[in-house]
């Protein structure tokens, strides 16, 4: 049971919007920060939006991420095949532990 | 270039122990908390345990509360994960992070590869 809490699947069609949401308490998304992670099959995590809604160099502005009160959200737009993955939001509780979401399997149909 | 490669997984009796290791290499390590994550097969990610670039601040999950020590030493650019007492639950890739401090959060920015822990008799 993960703390924070995602959708298990979302899906699209090339060229699309999506979006996946994000739940969690006062106590984590509520007075921290939140950070968005795409996994690829069989590999490591990579940060995609940190800080609510910053981008690291090199993730396209396609990604976006936003975050009201205790819960967030990454959109993609303009969905591409290779947005096929895993994604993950993340946060820290107020003893500075990390929580994830459960994940959301994205499918490009 | 950031690198964060660990070493150290492999099967483990439950009860066992097992040492992880993770070599950090294109920043000033002594700079960065450092944090441990797993991922147990098929299932989502799970923070396991954090330290500061002086390890001046520890702090674990209860999942592992007891029984994993974290420690770094920085003139060697490593973090390590000494896991006791090891259970099935505990069979994950286990992956080390680089902790991202900007003046608005804190976020994970680099991971390594990860490293297959397997307990089971």
């Known amino acids: 049971q993960s703390v924070l809490t995602q959708p298990p699947s979302a899906s699209g069609t090339p060229g699309q919007r999506v979006t996946i949401s994000c739940s969690g308490s006062?106590?984590?998304?509520?007075?921290?920060?939140v950070s968005w992670y795409q996994q690829l099959p069989g590999t490591a995590p990579k940060l995609l939006i940190y800080?609510?809604?910053q981008r690291p160099s090199g993730v396209p502005d396609r990604f976006s991420g936003s975050k009201s009160g205790a819960s967030a959200s990454l959109a993609i737009s303009g969905l591409q095949s290779e947005d096929e993955a895993n994604y993950f939001c993340a946060s820290w509780d107020d003893s500075l532990n990390g929580v994830f979401g459960g994940g959301t399997k994205l499918t490009v149909l | 270039e950031v690198q964060l490669v660990e070493s150290g997984g492999g099967l483990v009796k439950p009860g066992g122990s097992l040492r992880l290791s993770c070599a950090a290499s294109?920043?000033?390590?002594?700079?960065?908390?450092m944090n441990w994550v797993r991922q147990a097969p098929g299932m989502g990610l799970e923070w396991v345990s954090s330290?500061?670039?002086?390890?001046?601040?520890?702090s674990y999950a209860d999942s592992v509360k007891g029984r994993f020590t974290i420690s770094r030493d920085n003139a060697k650019n490593s973090l390590y994960l000494q896991m006791n007492s090891l259970r099935a639950a505990d069979t994950a890739v286990y992956y080390c992070?680089?902790?991202?401090?900007?003046?608005?959060?804190?976020?994970?920015?680099?991971w390594g590869q990860g490293i297959l822990v397997t307990v089971s008799s």
């Open positions: 006062s106590s984590n998304i509520g007075s921290n920060t």
């Open positions: 992070a680089r902790l991202l401090t900007t003046r608005n959060g804190y976020n994970l920015d680099y």
């Open positions: 330290i500061g670039g002086d390890s001046n601040y520890i």
């Open positions: 800080n609510n809604d």
């Open positions: 294109g920043f000033t390590f002594s700079s960065y908390s």
